[in-house]
């Protein structure tokens, strides 16, 4: 099974590949995580993507799709995977259709997260995850069981991104629905595209995801 999740920062993405990856057993691939990873790394590619994350503005097509066509090789990805934040351009889904064609596989379903803007910020400001596992939470809307303690590995340390401030905020849903909306109408125009309310809460959102997985 390959799928990419599509939506605006916020929108749940994350969150429910999370849940596929338990569910379904295929990874993960979040190009944000992968950053994020090479920043803290201090890599060459971390250095060049630091500032231009922090601006809210998005890493070059040339990286990012390197990084995901070194990825999707892994053993792993045989079977399927989730690309979560990718592809984020209409260079990087022309790349992914022919990075996917060379190994002989189809485009994947795409799923996009609808959700309203002024959700979108408060769901941001309240994000925090794991600083062991990853495990994403919210101040409000998915706080963990035992306050304090991160449900699925028992670690007590937590993170914020730096660039979930509401001034970058602004800065990521502009450079969304510039660059990465008209990818809504690419897939529609292929028949891969299957929407999602986003604004359900978050068992919905799964519920509703697994339906349209279960008829795959
Ligand atoms: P994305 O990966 O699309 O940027 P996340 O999955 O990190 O978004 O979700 C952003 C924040 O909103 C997280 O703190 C998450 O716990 C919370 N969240 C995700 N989905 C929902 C939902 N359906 N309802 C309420 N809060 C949600
Ligand atoms: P979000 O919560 O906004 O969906 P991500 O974790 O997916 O955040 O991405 C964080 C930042 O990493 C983006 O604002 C952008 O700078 C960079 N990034 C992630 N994925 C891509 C991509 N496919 N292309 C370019 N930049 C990316
Ligand atoms: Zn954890």
Request: hydrophobic content about 35%; proline content about 4%; some cysteine.
């Amino acid at each position: 099974m390959r799928l990419i999740l599509l939506g605006p920062p916020g929108a749940g993405k994350g969150t429910q590949a999370q849940r596929i990856v338990e569910t379904h057993g295929i990874p993960q691939l979040s190009t944000g995580d992968m950053l994020r990873a090479a920043v803290a790394a201090q890599t060459e590619v971390g250095k060049r993507a630091k500032a231009v994350m922090d601006a809210g503005k998005l890493v070059s097509d040339e990286i990012v799709i390197a990084i995901v066509s070194e990825r999707i090789d892994q053993p792993d990805c045989a079977n399927g995977f989730i690309l979560d934040g990718f592809p984020r351009t209409l260079v990087q889904a022309d790349a992914t259709e022919q990075m996917l064609a060379a190994k002989g596989l189809d485009l994947p379903t795409v799923i996009e997260l609808k959700v309203d803007d002024e959700v979108l910020t408060e769901r941001i400001a309240g994000r925090y995850t794991c600083a062991n596992c990853g495990t994403g939470y919210h101040d409000d809307n998915l706080k963990p069981k035992v306050e304090g303690v991160c449900d699925k590995c028992g670690s007590t340390h937590f993170k914020r991104r730096p660039d979930d401030n509401r001034d970058t905020v602004v800065a990521r849903l502009q450079t969304y629905y510039k660059e990465t909306s008209p990818l809504i109408g690419y897939y529609y125009a292929k028949g891969k595209l299957q929407s999602v309310d986003g604004m359900a809460d978050i068992d919905t959102v799964t519920a509703d995801i697994e339906k349209i997985l279960a008829k795959l």
